[in-house]
């Protein structure tokens, strides 16, 4: 919503949901008496495990309608976290269907969707669109303290590599300064290449960050749902 402005302007599979991880085993029950199912079904003793060392849960119903349960946003054995704990301090009102929700603030949505891309080699082109879309349609972002939140974390190259891939790609309109920042850094833009070539030229589907992998046969049809991507969010921007 902060990105789109409308949910049916962005095409997605499931909808992610951030909950305490003390909570979990709550929701888990009410999402039970609503009709979804555990996507797998746990035991006792596997629910325990995934609240140790997953990060998240997939719940669906018989209308095919997909949650993934979160409590954190990377595995805890990934080098670098996202404090969830502080992102509850930080959360921000947001209107859906008339309804009031809270989510997390404009900030913490741009270093969650930078981890993100970057944990899957950024092997989609929606999700560069996804933070190109948050810095075009709130102009009211704390570069300050974003910065200083991805200092903190030590995430401030992740979040280079995220916002140079939405100026390079497609055009947004990150600050100077910010841009220097990311520029200058000659790892961000080797890795950009790297996510690019995975992009636009034959190869498999994790293509990118760690590999180049081999053409497979649906490389054809990736690269036309690339261009489409890249052409519908060039049009979205120019028409706000």
Partial sequence: MWAYGDVGRREFGDLDILVKKQDVPAVRELLVSEGFTPRPDL??????ASLRFDCSHNFANEKNIWLDVHWHFVVPSASVQIDTDELWNRLQPISVNRRELKTVSVEDLLLILCLHGFTHFWERLGWIGDVAAVIESRKEIDWPLLLKNADRMGSRRILSLGLYLASNLLGA??????WTIASADATVVALAKQVQRGLFTEGSEAAGILNEGSPSPGDEGRKARQTYVLYSFVGYTKSR
Avoid: F
């Fill in 173 to 178: 309109s990150i600050p100077p300064d910010i």
């Fill in 43 to 48: 035991s006792a003793a596997q629910q325990a």
